[in-house]
């Protein structure tokens, strides 16, 4: 009975070496980084849209209610400077200026047999001065009714493309509402928003590093230049605008798309940097896993400062030069020995 209880505990021992021999040799696959010094730049990122310039977008009325006859432009369409764009009824415009310049005449008169009769002394000369100033007030009146008949057509006072178009045809419309609006195209601006302590670290002439969409990964446009830092928070968004004009070699924008933004403002010229991908969340911060002697993987805290969509700023933790777990580090255990993926 001793016998068989010790080949049994025998067998045993032996069996559980090879289960540890076992586990000790499965290696984990990874994909490694070596951590390296470079120039890093703290970025403000933000997504924007395309606007016009200021004085470079003009949006027309009707000068006096009245009727829309005709319409010469879609909307997208270019024009040029003194373009037709919508007309409006005319007989009410003619018929003011006709009334208008009526009026005039008769002041005129007015004034002329008033001032003969001053000088003759049949009346007095305060007589001659209101029909003056009657006349004056004919004058400016007639001059108002010949340029708000002028302006029964709008006509575009920039070249540019109709950004807006609100006319149809037979409609009564309100001249407080703009009916037709045209933009430069050679003069955009992108309208980013972003919050008054990202505003405080934004300085006019950072560039910005500009992509197609709302993210980093649209189409690349360049980096363009930060023309003005508002000085007012919204009431509304609780942000600050920050205007940014895109570079001459990048494509033709449009009004209203959305661009993705990421703005310099400040860059460390020799940052501790590993890929986002080393990092692993560890509690409040962060952790990565150093390849030491071996191929073992050593679990390590590290202190992050600035990051971007794929590189991290290591403030403290690493050293240059250390090799850093980047594919394969969630779920890796400490002490682990690992192997490079192919």
């Known amino acids: ?15 559980c070496g ?15 980084a070596t951590v390296t010094i470079a120039p890093f730049a703290d970025v403000v990122s933000s997504i924007g849209t395309v606007s016009a310039r200021a004085g ?7 000068p006096a209610p009245g009727r829309i006859t005709r319409v010469f432009v879609s909307l997208g369409q270019k024009v040029g400077a003194g373009a037709p764009l919508v007309a409006l009824e005319q007989a009410p ?11 005039l ?25 209101q029909a003056a100033t009657e006349l004056a007030q004919a004058r400016a009146a007639a001059g108002t009714a010949r340029r708000t008949a002028q302006l029964a057509v709008l006509r575009s006072p920039i070249s540019g493309v109709v950004t807006r178009l609100d006319a149809p045809i ?13 933009a430069d195209l050679n003069a955009l601006d992108i309208i980013f928003n972003v919050s008054p302590t990202d505003a405080a670290r934004i300085a006019p002439g950072a560039s910005v590093s500009l992509s197609a969409g709302e993210s980093a990964a649209g189409e690349r446009l360049g980096v363009g230049r930060i023309n ?77 400062g600035k990051k971007n969509q794929t590189t991290a700023e290591i403030v403290s933790g690493l050293t240059p030069g250390e090799i850093v777990v980047t594919e394969g580090a969630y779920g890796l255990e400490d002490s682990v020995k690992v192997t490079l993926a192919r």
């Open 56 to 62: 470079h977008l003009a949006s027309l009325s009707a």
């Open 105 to 129: 005449a008769a002041a005129e008169r007015n004034y002329e047999r008033a001032r003969g009769l001053a000088d003759a002394g049949i009346v007095p000369r305060k007589d001659a001065d």
């Open 170 to 182: 037979g409609a009564s419309i309100d001249v407080s509402q703009p009916v037709v609006e045209v």
């Open 93 to 103: 415009f003619i018929a003011a200026a006709q009334s208008a310049e009526a009026g």
């Open 228 to 304: 003005d830092v508002g000085g007012t928070v919204d009431s509304t968004t609780r942000s600050v605008a920050v205007r940014a004009q895109a570079p001459s070699g990048s494509r033709a924008l449009r009004i209203g798309e959305t661009i993705y933004g990421e703005i310099q403002t400040a860059v460390n010229p020799r940052a501790i940097l590993v890929p986002v991908a080393a990092l692993v969340p560890d509690g409040d911060g962060y952790k990565v896993f150093v390849v030491t002697a071996g191929n073992v993987a050593r679990e390590r805290e590290v202190t992050v």
């Open 18 to 32: 090879k289960d540890e021999e076992t586990a000790s040799s499965t290696l984990v696959q990874v994909k490694t």
């Open 1 to 15: 009975m001793k016998r068989a209880i010790c080949f049994l505990a025998a067998v045993i021992v032996l069996a």
